[in-house]
């Protein structure tokens, strides 16, 4: 497959095909493999994951696009080990995960902003956890803050801002100490069509600079295709990978570039893969 978007640049991977080449040369950096969660209720066990296998390549951006309820959130909080999984098994470089990595940043899908602390400590709070010295990260914490427009907030307390500020709050937080490995949990989803414009060609720059390995979720096909090296689809009940997609187009990625045809082929095909399994109505 050539780079660039060319004709037919959309491959669809059948769920379940684990042989597929790897759309990412490097090493993998996350193994799932035939993971299932389930929980408890008083309704009895909820079936969230079955038989999910997938690899996450170093320096990889992946995607998971599904409906409401597909086990999206279960997958991300197995994978950053603050759900036990209830069979199968996640390696994280080869080692089984049973607490978070060290060099772990994640965005829930919630803010979790503590409504005590100052912005600009709630930004902090992870390297505190970390146990390192905060002042070597405030001058970082700043600039995370006023490179995501919340210059002057910095005392400020979450209570006073937007949803769409709390959850900038809640990227700094996640990028302070600049890890290697990125969880996102829909962290735009609250945000104002333009100011998620720019955040994801913010997130894009960071990448992009860093190279970071990211798993990123998302309700958006748009937003999916124009973040993702691979985007997985979910279906549920119970939750499992029902399609997956490789987005070769190059990069850096511009926002007028969701307007060319080969991206607009990429949205079209992955919708109507979605829409044809019934998981998304087309009207
Ligand atoms: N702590 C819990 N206890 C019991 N059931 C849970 C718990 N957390 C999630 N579930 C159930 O697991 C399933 C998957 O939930 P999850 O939050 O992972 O979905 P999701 O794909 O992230 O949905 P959304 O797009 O709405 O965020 C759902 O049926 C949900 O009700
Ligand atoms: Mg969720």
Redesign the pocket.
Known sequence: MSRGGGQAAVRVVPAGTTDAPAPVAGPVRVRISDLSKS???DRGP?Q?LSGISLDIHDSEFLTVL??????????L?CVAGLEPVTGGRILIDGKPVTRPPPDLGIVF?RDLLLDWRTNLDNVLISVEFLGLRKRDFVDRARQLLDLFGLAGYEDRYPWELSGGMRQRVAICRALVDNPGFLLM??PFGALDAMTRDDLNLELQRIWLRDKKTALF?T?SVPEAVFLSDRIIV?D?NP?RIAAEFVVDLPRPRTLSDRETAPFIRYSAEIRATITGMGILRNE
């Open positions: 929980y408890e209720s909820v969230a599904g409906p409401s309820g597909c086990g999206k959130s279960t997958l909080k899908q949990d829909e979720i309700h979910m549920r939750g």
